[in-house]
């Protein structure tokens, strides 16, 4: 579980231009501010660690390209810039992927690996490195959904 000495990172994805000028942006931040304030947690947010991703779809793995948010995210959970024990805050597991499941299970497992959590706003569950066998078919069947709606 969380602890008050966490650090909380809010990934913040949508894919079309048009989802711009609807909720989103503030519906998934505030989802984020939300979750860390109700469980004393520190929600990053300095710029460098400012994680969104604006009109890049996740069907087609742009947030992973070089310039992708996601990927910088990726990169310093490898690097140890973001510790281990840190949290992810996203939306729902589709704001990570909606690739097929055998290309998004195994970055979901990564990062669960790196003692990285990942909380889910819309459905309030916490993944850790500890997932059980229920953690993992849901969230298997939460990425083959998101992949099905994509294509």
Known sequence: MTTLSTKAYSYIR???????NGDSYRRQRAAAETYCMQNGLELVRSEDY???????SAFKGKHLDDT?????????VKDGTIEPGSLLIVESLDRLSREHVREALPRFLNILNNDIQIYTAADNKLY??????????????QMSRAHSESS
């Open 14 to 20: 949508f894919s079309t231009p048009e989802q711009a």
């Open 128 to 141: 850790t490195k500890d997932y059980n066998d229920v953690d993992l078919i849901v969230s298997i069947v």
């Open 68 to 76: 992708g948010q996601l990927a910088r995210f990726l990169s310093f």
């Open 50 to 56: 400012f994680f969104f991703d604006s009109g890049r």
